[in-house]
């Protein structure tokens, strides 16, 4: 198999390391704090809910952005504390209640957050890349932050733009793919004619950043199951994949790319936004679907590249969740250790929508037992139903 691509990964410092447990009591106390000055039946119940997750758990730490939740001082928040009227916050008025921050503000915590990760993630680049992809569901802002990097280092003559927006947490799978037909075709382009009279392929790179602020959108005050869920398993994570058409320097080669909808299923996950922050849903019969449908599409997947499910080394699962990843090897009849990559990054650091799959991979090229040359399959799920997949080799 001849690959499209080849790319290194790396994962981005960002914020704060909290214990499951230091989150999970976080949430208690900030809905206890809602419920002094808020009507909100149902609060008993919901305490109860996140002592009974926080015994389940297979997340042992969780990254956020937010200083917010390393302490109880309600008087010094960045975003769960109530604005004040006229502050630019809120319309004129009553100041909302503390834990309704607005969507604004929310936004530009993002923006803030998003522009000093970029421009640290590309601090020591010498020369720009051929193009930047940014990748975000979990906030906007226009110019972007790559934007931003671009016209801090003057790069506007050479680097193209590209934003990958609201796919969640399948994202990254697509943007490679863009970023690899990007390098092939630039590639392609600088084709020149050598002495000799042979072809001289010219090298091009580009550079994907990846930022997932999914701590913006919780809710302290909520009661609801699925949202107090959410709020145990989602977290913060920042990456940089580097694209290039030559394998010098590569952890991985990327040999091909796989995408499908799942018929009749375009109700049971969405991502919207909404009154305050953005919004999900999410059916109870999704690892259903995944278990269903995901080995169809795999098996596809692998045939057409002469493959099947046991020629593959190493999963790298987008863990949803734990049921996500046992639907997933329980489908594909794998044993736990093809998944291990997978749920080591779910009990450290939680589901970072779009920005765990560079995670889980950069973990792969690190680990010396998987060894050079070894088959390495991602799959990722996200609205729609919509599932993502592709097939790399480690360099």
Known sequence: MTPRAYLSVRSLPLGYTLRQEEGIAWMKAGLRHAAETTVLPGADRAERYYDLLERKTNIQHRVTALEDYTHLDWDRMQLHRSPVSGDGEVAPGPPAPWHQAPLERRMELFAETANRVAHDAFASDLEAPDAIVQVSCTGYDSPSAVQRVIADRAWGDHARVLSVGHMGCYAALPALATAADVVSATSMRRVGVGDSGSDLEGDARAAIFLIELCTLHHHPATTDPEQIVQQCLFADGAARLDVSSTPE???????????????????????????????????RRVPEHIQTNVAG???????????????????????????????TASALGIEDEKVAHSQSVLRDRGNMSSTTL????????????????????????GPGLTVVGNLMRKA
């Open 249 to 283: 320097g590569s952890d991985f080669a990327l040999l091909d790319h796989v995408e499908a909808i799942i018929p009749d299923t375009l109700g049971e996950m969405t991502w919207r936004p909404a009154g305050v922050a953005f919004q999900m849903t999410l059916s």
């Open 297 to 327: 599409v795999l098996e596809a997947f692998l045939s057409r590249n002469g493959l099947g499910v046991d020629d593959v080394d190493v999963f790298a699962v987008h863990p949803g969740g734990p049921r996500v990843i046992e639907s």
């Open 358 to 381: 560079p995670h889980i991979w950069e973990r792969i090229a690190s680990d010396a037992a998987v060894p050079s040359g070894a088959l390495v399959c991602s799959v990722a799920f």
